[in-house]
């Protein structure tokens, strides 16, 4: 069973960019995953599915600014522009076998 | 539009079950296309995932909760649902409903419903 690893929080300034980063555990770095984004009480929200190679495929009406890429067993996303509604949880999920995995979450501040 | 929603008791007694039902409208829950899931996220905590059900009825259920979980499905009332039983404290969460769609065997969550918290309390 795979596990994903998000560090606990990150903080970046209103209009700068961040990288936020998931990594897939040994024997799964090739794995696909997706980026959710959960702001302040709400449900989350699917962002991207991402793959090993970089190519990314975004959720309806996610805004350009939201961008992912890859390095081995790393998943990125990326936020250009930040905006104030931007500072939420951010996690990664990935799947095998029809069980879905979450990683911990990432909690992002906007400065 | 896709709408998820979650219904059932806010209020559960420990050792009761728990059950929740998710309703979909805006598109069919037959669709080969896509499973149906139920996640959790206790408070201040991170997304746990519970299960998935396909129209079919195939079942597919986190390890460290199968034992006490059962997802079904009624295709004629697009709604799918959650029995969760022997409940404790710790089953105190957030419960969402999500579709996850079926992608030659790649599945990921691509929709979620608002959620519905669970408290389990005497």
């Known amino acids: 069973q795979p596990v994903l690893t998000q560090s606990s929080s990150a903080s970046a300034s209103l209009g700068s960019s961040v990288k936020l980063t998931c990594t897939l555990s040994?024997?799964?770095?090739?794995?696909?995953i997706a980026w959710h984004q959960q702001q302040p009480g709400k449900a989350p929200r699917y962002l991207m599915k991402l793959e090993g190679s970089g190519s990314y495929n975004k959720g309806s009406g996610v805004p350009d600014r939201f961008s992912g890429s890859s390095s081995g067993a790393d998943r990125y996303l990326t936020i250009s522009n930040l905006q104030s509604e931007d500072e939420a949880d951010y996690y990664c999920?990935?799947?095998?076998?029809?069980?879905?995995?979450f990683g911990g979450g990432t909690k992002l501040t906007v400065l | 539009q896709l709408q998820l929603q979650e219904s059932g008791p806010g209020l559960v007694k420990p050792s009761e079950t728990l059950s929740l039902t998710c309703t979909v409208s805006?598109?069919?829950?037959?669709?080969?296309?896509?499973?149906w899931g139920w996640i959790r996220q206790p408070p201040g905590k991170g997304l746990e995932w519970i299960g998935s059900i396909y129209y079919s009825g195939s079942t597919y259920y986190n390890p460290s909760l199968k034992s006490r979980v059962t997802i079904s499905v009624d295709t004629s009332k697009n709604q799918f649902s959650l029995k969760l039983s022997s409940v404790t404290a710790a089953d105190t969460a957030v419960y969402y409903c999500?579709?996850?769609?079926?992608?030659?065997?790649?599945?990921?969550?691509?929709?979620w419903g608002q959620g519905t918290l669970v408290t389990v309390s005497s």
């Open positions: 999920e990935t799947w095998d076998s029809n069980t879905q995995v």
């Open positions: 999500a579709r996850v769609l079926d992608d030659y065997g790649d599945n990921w969550v691509d929709y």
């Open positions: 040994s024997g799964h770095s090739s794995y696909i």
């Open positions: 805006g598109g069919s829950i037959s669709s080969s296309s896509y499973y």
